[in-house]
């Protein structure tokens, strides 16, 4: 059975996993993207999102492109997967990716509000599901299989699935960058008596990398 | 003249520079002494504490060394002085450091009750500052001349210099280590707004350090 990961989480030095106000202007709250200064130039970001040749590669993009492979499912938090609040106002919103996301595989969106499941270029699907975390990882594993489960974010999707142990691993990248205010991935959380331990550090060229395994 | 800094200032992944429930047995609150796992086996802190030859040398080190010269003053909050709460009962307590402290510089320490200077050996003398940061700062630059001042800590008495922007230049040993609960360094403190701004991440052999400066 694979593992349930967290991986290339992005964070501040203050421990915020994106800034304030997120909205169609700005995915990752307002700064957030200064959190991204180590992915943007990886080979893995430019190739995912055919933005031309090149890109760099090294420690950073190591990371980036193994984040990307042996998931055989996703589950993305609501404002992970985009700016709309409260009930699907109609079926245009379809994620921040275009017509072909950089899934390519069954992506559970958690949401209160149900919608018809969006089958997207590329091998992305994307399930909205409305009975809560439990279930959207019990949909997640049986459509993994053996692969594994990548909990793509945002924080609070993280943080609720880190506080029933749900997840066996992460890797957060540490930018050495303050966002001051945003979500906070770490407040109010005791990652220590949760079991979990920072295994490896790794510096990368943009980005500190940190590997964390929750004990059993 | 000297520039105000705050130097080998120990935090965890999660954002505590101190556990929690200080005391005598936990001077660095319960499980603190975690985040200091890259300082204790260094040659500066061995031959700090007189505790025998050796110790390692090394970035970690080098760190270490560096944020222990070219001090004139330092200033400590009273819980970095020591254990006790509430007005002194009697003159007893002189520090966790024994007879001859590691600051051998004059050393202000913010308290609300007042208590004479101690002169203890090696040239550290303890003043008690009862009128506010602002007057053990003021102090601290007369006593300090054209050298650095180093604010000590804990994390309490670094937030307020650093929420009046008094602090110039701060160096953080990032330790890869949960402490779960305990004093956050950045909670509630906008370090973006205040203008201060990561400038170098160096990977130590059991720590990552960040230098931050203040822009004007």
Same mark, same amino acid.
């Given at each position: 059975?694979g593992?349930?990961?967290?991986s290339?989480?992005?964070?501040?030095l203050?421990?915020f996993?994106a800034g304030?106000d997120?909205?169609?202007?700005?995915?990752?709250?307002?700064?957030?993207t200064?959190?991204?200064?180590?992915?943007?130039?990886?080979?893995t970001?430019?190739?995912?999102?055919?933005?031309?040749?090149?890109?760099?590669?090294g420690?950073?993009?190591?990371?980036?492109m193994?984040?990307?492979?042996?998931?055989?499912a996703?589950?993305?938090?609501?404002?992970?997967?985009?700016?709309?609040?409260?009930?699907?106002p109609?079926d245009?919103?379809? %994620?921040?990716?275009?017509? $072909?996301?950089?899934y390519? +595989?069954?992506?559970? #969106?958690?949401?209160?509000? &149900?919608?018809?499941? !969006?089958?997207?270029?590329?091998g992305t699907?994307?399930?909205?599901?409305?009975?809560?975390?439990?279930?959207?990882l019990e949909?997640a594993?049986?459509?993994a299989?053996?692969k594994?489960i990548r909990i793509?974010?945002g924080?609070?999707?993280?943080?609720?699935?880190?506080?029933?142990?749900?997840?066996d691993?992460?890797?957060?990248?540490l930018?050495?960058?303050?966002?001051?205010?945003?979500e906070?991935?770490?407040? %109010?959380?005791?990652?220590? $008596?949760?079991g979990?331990? +920072?295994?490896?550090? #790794?510096?990368g060229?943009? &980005?500190?990398h940190l !590997?964390?395994?929750?004990?059993?």
């Open positions: 059975m593992k349930v990961h967290v290339a989480f992005a964070i501040s203050d421990g996993s304030p997120q909205s169609l202007e700005h995915p990752l709250g307002v700064n957030g200064d959190m991204m200064g180590w992915f943007f130039p990886t080979k970001f430019i190739d995912q999102h055919g933005a031309g040749e090149g890109g760099e590669t420690v950073d993009n190591d990371f980036a193994k984040s990307m492979t042996g998931n055989g996703w589950i993305l938090g609501r404002n992970m997967f985009g700016p709309i609040r409260g009930p699907w109609d245009e919103w379809k %994620g921040w990716w275009g017509d $072909e996301p950089p390519h +595989v069954p992506t559970f #969106v958690l949401t209160h509000y &149900a919608r018809e499941p !969006i089958v997207m270029k590329g699907t994307f399930y909205f599901v409305t009975d809560g975390i439990q279930s959207a949909k594993k049986a459509a299989g053996d594994d793509g974010g924080a609070s999707t993280v943080r609720q699935y880190l506080k029933e142990r749900l997840i691993e992460l890797h957060l990248a930018s050495p960058v303050f966002l001051g205010r945003g906070s991935i770490f407040a %109010g959380l005791d990652l220590r $008596e949760l979990y331990k +920072v295994e490896k550090t #790794v510096p060229e943009r &980005a500190t !590997i964390i395994f929750k004990e059993n």
